[in-house]
Nanobody, 123 residues
Framework: QVQLVESGGGLVQAGNSLRLSCAAS????????MGWFRQAPGKERELVAQ????????YYADPVKGRFTISRDNAKNTVYLQMNSLKPEDTAVYYC????????????????WGQGTQVTVSS
């Protein structure tokens, strides 16, 4: 029903920046809280950041606070993840997701997943 397509991943050197985009289609985007997740091989998929449907509420996981910024442009049906000062430990497949709700205290519940985009940070 809802399709999410990520773009912007690639190979970068440590200290550089990258911006991921997630384009949504299929239903009303502005009603959906959104999140970015990442998963490295052999690791659990973890929440990186989330944003409320209006963009006013944001949450960041501790490892990315101060370096990553989540934003959205509802007119373009797009959510972004600006990643600065990238580190090798940021290497993972990054997934865009539409959430059932926004919460800074409880684990997220995902309605729809994107296919993911690879981010590789070399040392």
């Amino acid at each position: 029903q809802v399709q999410l397509v990520e773009s912007g991943g690639g190979l970068v050197q440590a200290g550089n920046s990258l911006r991921l985009s997630c384009a949504a289609s299929g239903r009303t985007f502005s009603t959906l809280p959104m999140g970015w997740f990442r998963q490295a091989p052999g690791k659990e998929r973890e929440l990186v950041a989330q944003i409320g449907r209006g963009g006013g509420n944001t949450y960041y996981a501790d490892p990315v606070k101060g370096r990553f910024t989540i934003s959205r442009d509802n007119a373009k049906n797009t959510v972004y993840l600006q990643m600065n000062s990238l580190k090798p430990e940021d290497t993972a497949v990054y997934y865009c997701a539409a959430l059932k709700y926004y919460s800074a205290s409880y684990p997220p519940s995902v309605d729809y997943w994107g296919q993911g985009t690879q981010v590789t940070v070399s040392s």
